[in-house]
């Protein structure tokens, strides 16, 4: 199998080069720490180069894919490995954009966060780990290999909220993660083989086909089909499944809480846009005819609640980590309207809205769980308070933490904006009201929790008398940054929608 | 070759520069700043008259301007609102040009006697207030469509309020400068209306049609003439009524400026501020403004009978209502304000009946003579150490004969005692109303009459309370220790005075209407610049003179005139000798109750009138009544429903929202069992939900 990549006739694994890479990398990095074995003896410096590196060079190489058009009906038209296993094609390598740039925000910024610390080597290969398995979500094309690249992004996420072993939250907030995981990954499991046994099939293109006339068993394939939305719902984080977000987000180092909520998100995405779109759209009526299952429904009921619960319940916290942890619940919801606001022709548009906004919230949210960092670094305290007159101290952090507050809440001073404006358009188009009004409304309310961050930092004054004595350079670069390109991304959003429009309208046939 | 016209934006850009200059730089000037201003007025004064030379057709073939200069919002679609400012020149604006550059040049010559010579502190702030002054009524003059207008117009508002409150230290100013800027800017509002309704309407504030290279871009008078011709509707109102609407909203704005009734209560007040400062607001800018704006869109008002039979009817009111409160008055300027307000009316009166040019005559020859009262009230305030009280001075006639003869030339063309410049303006003022309300059909006719009448009789309070300030101040004996030794005024003080007191006698001249009449002789040379020539030139272009003006009173609201008495001649005779023999006789009363040695009050011979016009008729009381037993309450029962309703429903929906949140929140118990049992039940509803009652199973 060949495929022609910018003129170069090149096996078609190359393909997957992206998510390869990280793979290598992680292999990179337990040959690094073996050179020295004793715990801490590895040079924090080498090893956060190697990680950066690596997750640099898997974001750059899946970004120039997407622009050579590998994998899309410009370039090589989907890329198919493993008789359909897993699949290269605008999605996937968008996915690994997002994996990727927030995979090396969070390396950089790790470097000065670890600073001292024990198990470094273990800490970096088990986000690249887990960044690995990310990549492969974003290209598995079967039930298998969801579930396998699910599990590998699961499990280092577990160990990796427990990393600080002598710290009670990190260690609760890991088993818990751990315990809700286990539930939920048995839930998903049964849901596939449920699937299995109404479709006989494990590969999305064939349960599709297979589901496409009329199914014998709907019950089975109904409870199936609800079990794997919940599955899946536990990877983004999104109600009912999203217990563990809260405990682990706050409980774990900050960088891992980035890394979590902003990269295991989208990926968790990527894998309910593939599953739902490529195996069930004709059961849930996508195809024109009445829906077997209406998961699209489903899907809409999930994001209504979803957005709620984080926005209400972030509004009502005292601990900055924590509100920023509900947020990102809420955030779920949001773009959960990709796959529930699709009674419109123009379904591509609010698919590609969603992830456009992951893509942003990749940087905003990940910047300001970095900041979170920041301030762990300095130790100033978890709440509100504690944040009071920081700007005086650290203006330039403050000024990139206000901009990605007010992006989260969809200000126009970041990307966050459009990526909601066009999120509330394709409520508009697919005439979806609850869900066009409860993004508003969330919003809006939003905007009062953000605020009180951004009021604490620049209007309250400072009451204690804790002095910043050291500016991290690493963790200082990773959230300029992230605020930078945030930023950016308002003017630049039209340069990179048109890739995330056509990546969608794909899926969609 | 760059004409006059080019340079006419420069026109007021000069008095700008002094503003900046007199503010950053007027410290360290000699006189502080006052250079930059005269400098300023002066270069004003001279491009006015070479651009009003241009408009003459002295120096070229050239006569008229009319161009949009400046694009500050760009409307995008067809149908959007363009925004721009651009200058119109034609012989109104030249005249009004001259008039206010010529009467702010010799404010500022003034001030140096009023001001620097008294040692007055904060002058670099004054002469930038004068200089901003001066060049937001320049711009006025010419702007070319209502929004520039406006935005001037409402600059000219904010200097006033920082001139009247010049020293802001003592208690009187800064009330009285709040109160002119208060209630002026409550008739601005309506006028804000206006103009926005005028571009709601018609979508453009043009007065005059401009040639752009796209085409003619229409004027604003001009479209409403033909939507009347026809007979469009407007929000559900036929053309006419809409075009009423309109005008009268913008009247708003004019009533509060040129302080006529019922806002004309700020201007008495503002004598609070320094006298040249008065002799700038009342002669040539702030309350000229008002009347300016109607005669400058004076083609919209021809359109529609009620708003000119209202200006009318304001207009003979307001002239006689003022001119009995300035019967009773004691001091120097109070009286000269009254007059101010009451000369205002005659020009509302003549604009509302029909007399274009009547009104633009009074507005040219009061900005003269009263430019000259004030400035030799001024002088007189020096001389008593600024103390205004008439019954304190007398016999200042020998002791100051530059003020005195000047002062007397004044009050002679504010008595209208030919042949000084009132008789002439205002014996045309009323001579149009008179005709106009004979020739004139139905109610219209009679409400110009009943104006008339009042306009008429005030002209003998008018003579009345002129001559008892004249006595009083300068006649009869000294009547306390300064007015004996009174301190000398120096040359920035009479040189001023010299020129607006031959002004004052001669103004008059440049339209003796009757005159014209009577011997056919071609001497009404304002009537004729007015009314431009008879084929092309500027009339053609803009339509904005006097003939295009007759015709539309005569097509739409049916305004003629008519001679009751024998002919055209005889009815000027019997009118010029009505208005002259009340004038006298105003002025003859005067002199026999207050030109002796030592005059006494007579006011207690009014009995109870003395009370109710000393506190000119209580209208202070009542706006304030209305202020605080109206508007407060209403303020208060907002206030509580703003408190009360908006802010319960918001702090409503905000306490749900946190109460939610909280309960939200308990959900996250901690206990990670729960976490299972809740994950499951929603699993176990879900189910339910979609799979059982959504009738797959």
Redesign the interface.
Known sequence: MVVDIAGYRVADWVAMTPALVLGLTAMVLFIVDSIEPRPGSSSNAVLAGISTVGALGAFLLAGTFLVLGVGQPRGTGAVDLFNGQLVVDGMSLFFVVIVGSVTALVMLASYDYLDGESYQAEYYGLVIMAATGMAVMSSANSLATVFVALELSSLPSYALVAFVKENRGSVEAGLKYFLVGALSSSVLVYGISLVYAASGSLQLNAVAEALSGSVELVGVLGIGIIMVLLGVAFKTASVPFHFWAPEAYEGAPAPVSAFLSSASKAAGFVVAFRVFLTAFPEVGGLGGGEPVVDWVTAVTVLAVVTMTVGNFAAANQEKVKRMLAYSSVGHAGYVLIGLAALNTPDRGLVLGASMMHLLVYGFMNTGAFLFIALTDYWGVGRTFQDFNGLSEQAPLACAAMTVFLFSLAGLPIGGGFISKLYLLLGTVNAGAWLLAASLIVNSALSLFYYSRVVKAMWIEDSAGEFEIDSYPSSLYAAVVIAAFVTFALLPAFGLLSPSAFDAASVLFG | MAGAFDFVPAIAALPLLAFVIALFAGQYMPKRGAEAGIAATAGSLILSIWTALTVAGMTGSETFYNENLYTWVAGVADSAVTLRLGVLVDPLTALMLVIVSLIALLVHVFSLGYMNDEGETGLPRYYAGLGLFTASMLAFVFSNNILMAFMFFELVGLCSYLLIGFWFREDGPPSAAKKAFLVTRFGDYFFLIGVVGIFATFGTGLFAPVEAASGTMESFPHMAEMAIEESETFFGYGAQTWMTILGLLVLGGVVGKSAQFPLHTWLPDAMEGPTPVSALIHAATMVAAGVYLVARMYGFYALSPQALAVIALIGGFTALFAATMGVVKQELKQVLAYSTISQYGYMMLALGAGGYVAAVFHLTTHAIFKALLFLGAGSVIIAMHHNENMWDMGGLKDKMPVTYWTFLSGSLALAGIVPFAGFWSKDEVLFEALIHGVGTEGTLGAMFLLAYAMGLLAVFFTGFYTFRMVYLTFHGNARTDVARDPEPVRWNVKAPLAVLGIGAATVGLVNMAPVEKLTGLHIDFLHQWLDGPEEGGWPDALSTDLHHYEELLHNVPHVDPAYPIGGEQTTLIVSAALSLGLALGGVLLARSLYGVDEPVEHTDKLGGAKALLTHNYYQDESQVWLAQGVTVPLARAADKFDQGVVDGVVNGV?SV??F???R??R??S?V?SN??A???L??VL??V???VL?G??
């Open positions: 905000s929202s946190l939610t949140g909280s939200f929140r959900i996250q901690g990670v976490y299972a809740l994950m499951t929603s699993l879900l189910l939900a979609f799979v959504g797959v199973a």
